[in-house]
């Protein structure tokens, strides 16, 4: 049957009335463009490639799997390129009739690494690209493509930052805490052929997970069952061969060449894996395997998420939510009964919670819309840093004595909260944890950026239950506190001190408020580059690598508090100053103040939608190494060490 519909789908490409025809009607329409808009003096060049097809036309990948052709790249005519190299997004699996096809809808944008013979020369490059596009038929199409980079210095083209973002859709060949393994054939007891590989990970894959396999023979495999076992952090994917070759053959095809494979989710993860000619005699039944993908999260992400909400209350953006904590803690002064300790620190960890499942379901609508997502992202945003100096200003006048706003008696009535001059109504209560998590969202912390990386990775089950997890965490101080109510027996009774503490606590929101109406200005002005860096641009890391160079990149923005603290105690130490100004490292900084798609992408392509973020790159390890986000002197000297292959 396969056969059979491999021919059909041949016979209906020969039988087209557009395949015979001269002037067809085209169904995709590409372009070549640059990076640059001079040839610079560079040997490499970023060329690219894009294909825009009809709604419900696809194309294909290099490997096009049961039935299709891989798109054709032909630089005849072309002066001053040596080679061009294409590079490969990630696919996507197509299954009809029982066809897997490998490839791309609706557009997709090839990256060219294009090598220069003399650097420096004008460009002339002349692209004739062949590809099969397909729908409810398929058709091939040529598209001719001329593209002439004028001899002068370098200077980025218009579609810079489209190129730039393209190469995020690129396949990583490492990934921290991912490793593929070994391979292996199985058969059942239909004698079905299945290539068994496995991969160890840190994370359990989602349900949208995909592996596409290659190597010499040709022989394409169906999409993988994929099993995931939490105790041994061990991936197996098991795919049925569609070969009808014998076991032996099929064991000979296997041994003759490298098995690649390609790991797509969310993120895409490129490598090969030895091929071991054992073979399984039964695939594991069902109910033997390890735990399979698309059940409860994996314990080990819920419990990073956890500690890393934990530890967000240790983090400088703490400074104004540790002022509303003291405040909290204090007001009671042990004259308030168990059950009112109880409650009052459970309306604040409820509005903490409350805040986290408000974030999760805005990020959830951003995703689904299309739009970059990320912790902390809203500060961005000058109406919300408005709203927020706004409060920060009122909260602050309140506590100096300026003013005291209550709610109307039949409104505290009924949130149950008492209306004291001194203490806050139960609603006052929960808008503190509200108001706390909205000012700790600057900062990230150790296991956070990994436990959010992952959610905002996947759909919208994980960000709900993850985010969940992370204000779980940063509400254990005011739950731990609801629960221990003999700690209230030692405050001293409210009195005169009050009064100097609440100005003192006052200073610190003031303060803050500043710092915010300082974002602010920059956000409507161009942020500034630190002294010594240079602007982040990615196409500039892999050429500076290739001359032996080491790059360390710092994504940072000015409303990012660990950020701050990692350039105050760390980046602008002697020991790392001198170590980063050697003549052979380039410091590029990528400023995330405002809102900007590349650095997003960027940040995507290793997991990360939060900042801090600081990866170094050289000859030792071209792919990056990612630092952690508190900075350490040693980390980073270990990184420069690594990467320049020491």
């Not at 609508?365 to 920060?392: C, D, M, R, T, Y």
């Not at 950026?449 to 992370?470: C, D, K």
């Not at 950020?563 to 020991?575: G, H, I, M, P, R």
Request: aromatic fraction near 8%; charge should be negative; proline fraction near 6%.
């Amino acid at each position: 049957m396969r056969l059979i519909a491999i021919a059909t789908s041949l016979i209906l490409l020969l039988m087209s009335p557009q395949a015979g025809a001269q002037e067809q009607k085209l169904h995709s329409q590409a372009r070549l463009f640059s990076m640059l808009r001079n040839s610079g003096e560079g040997a490499i060049v970023p060329l690219a490639v894009e294909i825009t097809m009809e709604a419900g036309w696809k194309t294909y990948w290099r490997t096009a799997g049961d039935a299709g052709l891989a798109p054709v790249f032909d630089w005849t005519g072309s002066k001053n390129i040596a080679s061009a190299k294409t590079l490969w997004p990630a696919p996507h699996r197509y299954i009809l009739a029982d066809l897997d096809n490998f490839g791309y809808k609706d557009r997709v944008i090839f990256p060219i690494d294009a090598t220069i013979a003399q650097p420096g020369e004008e460009i002339v490059a002349e692209l004739k690209l062949d590809i099969l596009v397909c729908a409810d038929v398929c058709v091939p199409e040529t598209h001719k493509l001329s593209l002439t980079l004028p001899k002068g210095p370098l200077r980025l083209s218009d579609d810079a930052n489209l190129l730039s973002a393209s190469y995020n859709d690129l396949p990583m060949t490492e990934m921290e805490g991912f490793a593929f393994q070994e391979s292996h054939l199985a058969f059942d007891r239909e004698n079905r052929h299945y290539l068994v590989i496995t991969a160890k990970s840190d994370l359990p894959p989602s349900v949208e997970a995909d592996l596409f396999i290659e190597q010499n023979a040709g022989i394409v495999f169906g999409k993988p069952e994929i099993s995931y076992d939490a105790a041994s952090g061990i991936i197996t994917f098991k795919a049925l061969s569609h070969s009808t070759d014998t076991q032996e053959g099929l064991i000979k095809s296997l041994s003759e060449g490298p098995i690649t494979v390609t790991y797509t989710d969310g993120l895409a993860i490129e490598g090969q894996t030895p091929f071991n000619p054992r073979v399984s005699s039964e695939v594991p039944k069902e109910e033997s395997l390890p735990q399979k993908v698309g059940g409860a999260l994996d314990p080990r992400i819920l419990l990073l998420a956890l500690l890393g909400g934990l530890i967000l209350n240790l983090m400088p953006c703490v400074l104004p939510v540790l002022s509303l904590k003291v405040l909290s803690v204090v007001s009671h002064g042990g004259t308030d009964s168990r059950k009112d300790i109880l409650r009052n620190f459970m309306a604040s960890a409820a509005g903490i919670l409350f805040s986290f499942w408000l974030m999760a379901g805005s990020l959830v609508a951003l995703k689904s819309a299309g739009e970059s997502v990320g912790w902390g992202i809203q500060f961005q945003h000058p109406a919300f840093l408005i709203f927020l100096i706004a409060l920060l200003l009122g909260f602050a006048a309140n506590l100096w004595g300026l003013f005291e706003i209550h709610l109307p008696r039949f409104v505290a009535h009924h949130v149950g909260g008492k209306q004291a001059h001194d203490e806050p109504t139960l609603a006052g209560h929960f808008l503190t944890g509200a108001f706390a998590t909205l000012l700790a969202t600057p900062c990230t912390a150790p296991f956070l950026g990994t436990a959010i990386g992952f959610a905002l990775a996947r759909g919208s089950f994980e960000i709900f239950t993850i985010f969940t997890a992370v204000g779980l965490g940063l509400a254990l101080p005011y739950i731990a506190l609801a629960f221990s109510p003999g700690l209230f027996r030692h405050m001293p009774r409210p009195g005169q001190w009050m009064v100097k503490l609440k100005k003192i606590l006052s200073v610190a929101l003031l303060i803050t408020a500043i710092w915010l109406g300082s974002v602010m200005v920059t956000i409507f002005t161009a942020p500034a580059i630190d002294p010594g860096w240079e602007k982040f641009d990615a196409s500039r890391i892999a050429p500076a690598v290739r001359d032996g160079k080491t790059v360390i990149v710092d994504v940072s923005a000015d409303w990012c508090l660990t950020c701050k603290a990692n350039k105050k105690f760390v980046l602008e130490q002697d020991t790392i100053t001198e170590a980063l100004s050697a003549p052979n490292i380039l410091k590029l900084q990528a400023d995330w103040t405002q809102r900007d798609p590349a650095i997003a992408a960027y940040l995507q392509s290793f997991g990360r939608y939060g900042i801090p973020f600081n990866v170094v790159y050289g000859p030792g390890n071209s792919k990056g190494i990612p630092l952690p986000e508190l900075l350490t002197q040693q980390a980073i000297l270990d990184a420069l060490a690594e990467a320049a292959g020491e």
